[in-house]
């Protein structure tokens, strides 16, 4: 087969051909999202080469894989990585040069594939790279959303959420597979009978039938040797849909399906809806593995051996009863048999300790979508209540880790119960499942749990995203750490080089300038890029605590506005945010952020020496602007909140200080640069929870006898600004200050001051980000896609 990318005359000739033939166009005449529709095409039939090759080496090796359930992958653009990856970008760069066009121009005409929410999408995303990276076979299964996570726009300095079409010129990477077409079945009724022999028989009669269409991206590891997959399923009309119900009422259930990522579940409709989406993507997804393991082993008696399934969350824990209905029902197992197997396949990952994100279902609702399902998922909690009591001889912990409870089906329960590895994403988070959000199951099956701390791809985040700073590593450590991350570490035999530490810093100048360049383009307001980039981009919520940054910021304003000779070392500070569109207090700090920043930015006396920009629609590639930007990393949660973080191990890379809590993975960034290299404030977990439990902590006390916090939260209610944040002020005043935003308040303040500080030493300042850059090899996804197939896939790396 020819390589169209083997050289740039080959590559123009190829384009060129593939324009006209396309398009009936010269190169000359052809729209710029023609020319890179036709790009990505031929980067994709590219990869098809790959694929076949990929395919066959895993088939003929009878090589184990594994699945990746999510809900979420957050790609982002996939032409630069998929170039990179390939060992092709300069082939490319330099031919479209020489056809006059400009590739940055083509790069930007990609649309970001937003289908996730945050921190737990854009993780998927980075194993997929890092797996086909290192040879491992794990695909990706999803859903094929019409639309992205909303884009994000500000009127009125309020958050309005408007369509993500991010299929606007098509997909281009992905190839529809109706040959493997599935369909999922809903509602209805259940069947049961004894067949001659005296084994029962089950039958489910759906009142629906949907047809899930799998589209397939082609996931290409670096150097391209290993391709796998992304499998997006999109729901269609099935061919025999049940005639009972009215036809265009048919048609919108099943294309509600694929609309939208978390569809809104404030009702009734909406929460059957996602669990409708649950369903049809692991029903799709398990229904297409079995047919291609039987296809190459013609039994499932080895299906464990041959399959691992990694559960995101508890979004895809419908696998657990779906895998032991198609063993039962379809493939004729028994109960105990097709238990081992269903617990040996699925290893389940816990993002978050946040109580609403625990999933529970109403026993309603599963009964009447999936009876099926629900007759399994009783079955199974009816043996778990008996082992509980009569294996562990802890009836007492029924009530703590039953399944179903109180009309609710308890997802994150069965995903323990019915897997073989839970994990958290990071060490602390791990310790706080076992010895708080999960210690009752720890008690009895300790050894199920473990430590998987995240990790990003160093290929994206640092060698796509910051060429001058990648470059720069080259030069001064060689090209080791492209492969080998951990690599990095040679960087601390320079970090005292005077002469590394202003080739640094000159590459975060020009970092900045390229972030100023969108910031003046996107909301026309110059910023000083001398002065400390200041960023905190994740999304809007309660327990990260955007508002104990915007309280800070409004504190100093208040201070520089009465005392002249008071003035800070020159800030911009960046808020990029997306908040939930039911999230009624997080759209308030939005727009507190907002208000604050039009004071702030518009008062002359103030203006030099803070900048306060929020960034609409954050993004994947908004990141790749931000983290290779910034100074200043904000990772300010509540300590014991956040799972892990893993924006903070993206501008860490980058070369910026953490100012965080001990909280996450910052806890593991800091043990390996140390406290000097990383400014940590505030209260850590156990005081938090020394205050809470023992009821110490009266924020109506606080605020009553603070005259600064006082000050500041008056500053809600009191006239400041045209509106008033009663909302904000209730939450901490009403609430007890759940997240503990006034507690934190002074140490923040003083970790804020201790940053400017250590920033007006240059080189000390240069010093510190070569540290946290040396250091940051650990956080690659490299290693912790290691771990996971280490500890829980045990799957092997395909030659080719
Ligand atoms: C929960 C919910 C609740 C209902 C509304 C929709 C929705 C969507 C997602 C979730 C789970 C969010 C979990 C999540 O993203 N956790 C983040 O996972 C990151 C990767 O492990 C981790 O770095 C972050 O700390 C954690 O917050």
Not at 269 to 291: C, E
Not at 373 to 389: G, K, S, V, W
Not at 585 to 606: C, R
Not at 735 to 759: G, L, S, T
Request: glycine share 6%.
């Amino acid at each position: 087969m020819t390589n169209v990318f083997e050289n740039k005359e080959i590559f123009k000739e190829e384009y060129q051909r593939r324009i006209i033939e396309h398009y009936g166009r010269s190169i000359d005449q052809a729209h710029i999202t023609e020319k890179f529709m036709i790009l990505g095409e031929m980067i994709r039939d590219h990869a098809s080469i790959h694929w076949y090759e990929s395919k066959n080496a895993i088939q003929e090796g009878q090589e184990k894989q594994m699945y990746y359930f999510s809900m979420e992958f957050l790609m982002g653009r996939l032409l630069t990585n998929n170039l990179m990856n390939m060992g092709v970008y300069d082939v490319v760069n330099q031919g479209l040069s020489e056809l006059s066009i400009n590739i940055h121009e083509l790069e930007d005409i990609e649309t970001d594939a937003g289908l996730g929410n945050g921190g737990l999408g854009r993780l998927a995303a980075c194993f997929l790279d890092s797996l086909a990276s290192l040879q491992y076979p794990g695909h990706g299964n999803c859903i094929r959303y019409e639309y992205g996570l909303f884009k994000q726009k500000i009127e009125n300095k309020e958050q309005v959420e408007v369509p993500d079409c991010w299929m606007r010129l098509g997909n281009v990477w992905e190839i529809r597979k109706p040959k493997h077409a599935v369909d999922v079945k809903f509602g209805g009724h259940v069947n049961m009978w004894m067949d001659a022999s005296g084994k029962t028989k089950v039958e489910h009669i759906p009142s629906f039938v949907v047809r899930a269409m799998p589209y397939d991206m082609p996931i290409v590891g670096a150097g391209a040797k290993l391709t796998n997959t992304l499998r997006l399923w999109s729901s269609e009309v099935a061919d025999d849909a049940c005639n009972a119900i009215n036809l265009n009422d048919y048609v919108n259930e099943v294309h509600e399906i694929c609309r939208n990522v978390y569809p809104d579940d404030s009702t009734e409709h909406g929460k059957i809806l996602r669990l409708k989406q649950q369903y049809f993507f692991v029903a799709a997804g398990l229904n297409s593995i079995i047919a291609s393991h039987l296809k190459a082993y013609g039994t499932l008696d080895n299906f464990a051996e041959k399959v691992a399934i990694q559960l995101n969350d508890t979004h895809p824990v419908l696998c657990i009863p779906e895998l032991m209905r198609l063993l039962m029902d379809e493939y004729q197992y028994e109960w105990d048999d097709a238990w081992t197997i269903v617990k040996d396949t699925f290893a389940y990952t816990n993002h978050t300790v946040m109580n609403e994100a625990l999933e529970k279902w109403q026993m309603q609702y599963v009964q009447e979508l999936l009876p099926r399902i629900y007759m399994i998922i009783e079955e199974i909690d009816r043996r778990f209540r008996y082992r509980i009591t009569h294996q562990y001889g802890r009836e007492d912990l029924i009530e703590k880790c039953a399944i179903l409870q109180h009309g609710q089906v308890h997802m994150a329960n069965l995903a323990i119960i019915g897997s073989h590895s839970i994990n958290g994403v990071a060490a602390l988070h791990t310790e706080i499942l076992k010895d708080d959000v999960m210690k009752h199951f720890y008690a009895i099956c300790p050894q199920k749990f473990n430590n998987k701390t995240n990790g990003i791809t160093h290929r994206r985040w640092l060698l796509n995203a910051n060429p001058q700073l990648s470059s720069l590593l080259k030069k001064t450590i060689g090209g080791k750490f492209v492969k080998e991350p951990l690599n990095l570490i040679e960087l601390m035999k320079y970090v005292d080089n005077k002469k590394i530490q202003t080739n640094f810093l000159e590459i975060k100048l020009e970092r900045k300038k390229i972030l100023a360049a969108y910031i003046k383009k996107t909301m026309n307001i110059e910023v000083d890029v001398t002065s400390i980039f200041d960023i905190q981009s994740k999304r809007l919520h309660a327990y990260k605590r955007q508002l104990l940054s915007i309280l800070n910021i409004l504190d100093l304003y208040f201070h520089m506005k009465e005392d002249p000779n008071f003035r800070i070392y020159p800030r911009t500070i960046i808020f990029a945010a997306k908040a939930a569109p039911s999230y009624i207090f997080a759209k308030e700090v939005i727009k507190l952020i907002h208000y604050v920043a039009d004071m702030v930015n518009h008062d002359t006396e103030i203006a030099d020496y803070m900048k306060i920009i929020f960034l609409p629609n954050y993004g994947v590639s908004m990141a790749e602007l931000l983290t290779t930007a910034a100074d200043v990393s904000e990772q300010i949660s509540t300590a014991g909140k956040e799972g892990s973080g893993t924006s903070n191990m993206k501008f860490m890379m980058n070369g910026a200080i953490t100012c965080g809590t001990y909280d996450g993975a910052n806890v593991e960034i800091v043990e390996r640069v140390g406290f000097d290299n990383a400014v940590i404030f505030g209260l850590r977990r156990e005081e938090v929870m020394h205050l809470k439990n023992e009821n110490l902590y009266h924020a109506s006390d606080v605020y009553k006898n603070d005259v600064a916090i006082h000050r500041v939260i008056d500053g809600l209610i009191h006239g400041i600004f045209p509106v008033d944040f009663r909302i904000i002020f209730n939450e901490l005043l009403n609430k007890n200050d759940e997240y503990m935003v006034m507690a934190d308040f002074h140490a923040y303040q003083e970790a804020f001051f201790k940053i400017e500080e250590y920033y007006k030493d240059r080189m000390r300042w240069a010093r510190m980000c070569l540290v946290n850059i040396a250091q940051s090899g650990f956080f690659s996804s490299d290693r912790t896609i290691e771990q996971y197939v280490e500890d829980i896939w045990h799957i092997h790396k395909i030659q080719m």
